[in-house]
Nanobody, 115 residues
Framework: QVGLVESGGGLVQPGGSLRLSCVASGGIFSGYIMTWHRQAPGKQRELVAVITSGGSTNYASSVKGRFSISRDNAKSTVYLQMNSLKPEDTAVYYC?????????WGQGTQVTVSS
């Protein structure tokens, strides 16, 4: 069993920055594909960023150049650095651990971008 706990969300003005963290407990973190997703009110959950066990990354076109995903295997933590935030980035952000027989979600952290 793998537990995922996100933190770092909050209220930020447009153009501001936040860094989300997701700490994993249990399992072998270094082997997981870690992803960040978000879900805005009334919308489907969407993939925001991916980082593989080898450190390769990919991003949704809507966040490319503004968001950066990274991982620290020694701390079993994945991060999402979010810069130049826009009101349309407002959502609950979730981290996910994936792999062979691995499919776990965190509880989510709210990000609100508003003046």
């Amino acid at each position: 069993q793998v537990g995922l706990v996100e933190s770092g969300g909050g209220l930020v003005q447009p153009g501001g920055s936040l860094r989300l963290s997701c700490v994993a407990s249990g399992g072998i973190f270094s082997g997981y594909i870690m992803t960040w997703h978000r879900q805005a009110p009334g919308k489907q959950r969407e993939l925001v960023a991916v980082i593989t066990s080898g450190g390769s990354t990919n991003y949704a076109s809507s966040v490319k150049g503004r968001f950066s995903i990274s991982r620290d295997n020694a701390k079993s933590t994945v991060y999402l650095q979010m810069n130049s935030l826009k009101p349309e980035d407002t959502a609950v952000y979730y981290c996910h651990a994936g792999g062979l027989r691995v499919d776990y979600w965190g509880q989510g952290t709210q990000v609100t971008v508003s003046s």
